[in-house]
């Protein structure tokens, strides 16, 4: 059956309006009917088997029948990705990757060295784009759930968000050479946790201040190993450490 992903607020009782290009995907190219069943994943990876009540140029309504096993695919603990922004078009697949990896939420920030730095339509044009991606990404690896892509924030406010939640949070950072992702798994238990989030300096890294201000909020710094990544690779790699240390990957 057809999957389509919808928001939280598409769903009012039993009713579900699909709209967008789903919903132009649904009338024009799968040509379905009234009568039609399909499949509807919200916002929070609840999925709903749903058959089509109407049909329109750019909605689609469906009345849910029953719920469907929650889940299999979603990892028990939502990890998060805070990216300080990087040059170019690069976001994009870190977006991409971390998605099919596994990621629940992906926040972008304006860190001292991001040497991108878009604002207004810019930055709306990229967080369109980007959210695209993540559901395209979660689409294609069979995801319940598509991962969120926060508005570009800053290094605080995602502290701020994340300690709020009571996050396990870890900071992979280059001149950390005691303490490494390894042992912090081993020691921290990640699964105790309510949440994960990590945090991954822009090409010049974070500024010692920054690092500084990470640690003392609750963030824990560690070393990834003597070879430096760039920060296109940290993010997924670092995504796939954690995920297989909790056993939600490989
Ligand atoms: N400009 C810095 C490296 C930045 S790499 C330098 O050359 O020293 C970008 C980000 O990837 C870093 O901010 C950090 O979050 C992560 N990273 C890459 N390699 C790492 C390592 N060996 N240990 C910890 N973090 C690392």
Redesign the pocket.
């Known amino acids: 059956m057809r999957r389509f992903f919808v928001g939280c607020d598409a769903i009012s009782g039993d009713l579900v309006t699909i709209s967008g290009r789903d919903a132009r995907h649904i009338v024009k190219a799968l040509r379905l009917k009234l009568g039609d069943a399909i499949v509807v994943v919200d916002g929070v990876g609840r999925r709903y088997v749903a058959r089509i009540t109407a049909t329109r140029e750019t909605t689609v309504e469906a009345r849910i029948e029953s719920m469907c096993d929650s889940g299999v695919s979603e990892p028990h603990v939502p990890i998060t990705l805070v990216q300080?922004l990087p040059k170019a078009d690069k976001m994009d697949g870190i977006i991409q990757k971390c998605t099919e990896i596994g990621i629940a939420r992906i926040i972008p920030v304006m860190s001292e060295r991001s040497v991108l730095r878009p604002d207004g339509a810019s930055a709306e044009r990229r967080m369109a784009r980007w959210r695209r991606i993540a559901e395209e990404a979660a689409k294609q690896s069979g995801r319940e759930a598509i991962p969120l892509v926060a508005d570009i924030g800053t290094l605080k406010s995602a502290i701020e968000m994340l300690r709020h939640e009571g996050a396990l949070m870890v900071?992979?950072?280059?001149?950390?050479q005691e303490y490494s992702l390894h042992q912090a798994l081993s020691e921290l238990n990640p699964s105790s946790f309510p949440s994960v989030g990590f945090?991954?300096?822009?090409?010049?890294?974070?500024s010692h201040a920054e690092v500084e201000y990470a640690r003392a909020h609750g963030a824990t710094t560690?070393?990834?190993?003597?070879?430096?990544?760039?920060?296109e690779?940290?993010g997924p790699v670092v995504a796939a450490i954690i995920l297989y240390h909790m056993g939600e990957l490989g």
């Open positions: 300080g900071f992979p950072w280059e001149l950390e945090f991954i300096g822009p090409e010049g890294g974070f560690v070393t990834l190993g003597q070879r430096i990544l760039r920060t690779t940290a």
